[in-house]
């Protein structure tokens, strides 16, 4: 049997990274298997307090290594980290653990990428934890509703797996366990509002087995909604957006927010594909809108 070949290190690739809000510069190294996969874009950094300076932040960084924009972060989860003795001894995986691993956007990420059933891949290098990726699955299977975990789309690829990988214009999300957004099907500057909310409240909860009954009942209650949409859908035949949006804030007394109203729709396409074609049925002022820029 032919021995196996040793992963060959990358030499990293420094970049000088200026906070946006106190304009304190640092030199840091970005691994350089990232910028050897020609098909990725745009590559998102997030920078936590303590790195470069007081503040959190995100740096956007292209192919060459240059820093193309930055972002600052609105969205921080307070957390009580579990230490490295009661990680090692239990070897679970848990929410705290990997906000303290990946960081807030990388976690609001991966909870976008696993609720609307996009595959994920995480980047592991040889001295990283092999089991990384079976852990966050079994992570997500325990915070996600049953009928939501229909398969594991969580992988771990080594960087040459990584280098053969097409990821341009692909519905992949990848990054590696340091939380470095390598490749994302939704850009730049998405914006994780019901992901934010979600973790936050899931967050105030210390026990591990009521913080995951939590988590399970807010995404079923998304989904309830979801299909409350579809059923309305299929008593008529065309409804205003407008129109369906209030009927629905009133149906569950909340407001639904242009954002939470087109998450609903991203679910019924990337989950319930069979019934996508009742969104047809809803006038959407978006195309209104675009109708009206091309003239």
């Not at 992949?172 to 099907?185: A, M």
Request: net charge negative; proline share 4%; charged share 25%.
């Amino acid at each position: 049997m032919p021995e196996k070949m040793p992963e060959i290190e990358i030499p990293s690739k420094e970049t000088k990274i200026r906070c946006p809000q106190c304009q304190i510069q640092k030199i840091i190294e970005i691994p350089g298997y990232i910028f050897s996969q020609k098909s990725s874009g745009i590559i998102k950094i997030q920078f936590r307090a303590g790195q470069i300076c007081e503040h959190d932040f995100m740096a956007f960084v292209d192919q060459n290594g240059a820093v193309r924009g930055y972002d600052k972060i609105d969205f921080q989860l307070e957390f009580n980290a579990q230490t490295a003795a009661e990680y090692a001894a239990g070897q679970k995986l848990h929410l705290e653990t990997l906000l303290e691993s990946v960081g807030d956007f990388a976690v609001m990420n991966i909870f976008h990428a696993y609720m609307f059933d996009y595959p994920i891949y995480v980047i592991l290098r040889p001295t990283d934890n092999p089991r990384f990726a079976d852990q966050l699955n079994d992570l997500l299977l325990g915070l996600f509703p049953p009928e939501l975990n229909t398969k594991q789309i969580i992988q771990s690829l080594n960087h040459q797996a990584y280098l053969r990988l097409d990821v341009k214009e692909s519905e992949y999300l990848v990054l590696d366990i340091s939380g470095i957004i390598l490749n994302s099907p939704w850009g730049e500057k998405k914006k994780f509002e019901y992901e934010h909310e979600l973790l936050k409240k899931a967050l105030e909860i210390v026990d591990p087995t009521i913080q995951a009954l939590q988590v399970r009942n807010e995404i079923a209650y998304f989904q309830k909604k979801a299909e409350f949409l579809l059923s309305y859908l299929e008593t008529v035949k065309h409804t205003d957006e407008d129109d369906l949006k209030n009927k629905m804030s009133r149906e569950f007394r909340t407001k639904v927010t242009d954002a939470l109203f087109d998450l609903y729709l991203l679910f019924i396409k990337r989950r319930l594909p069979e019934k996508e074609t009742l969104l047809k049925k809803i006038h959407l002022h978006t195309v209104d809108q675009l109708k009206a820029a091309l003239w």
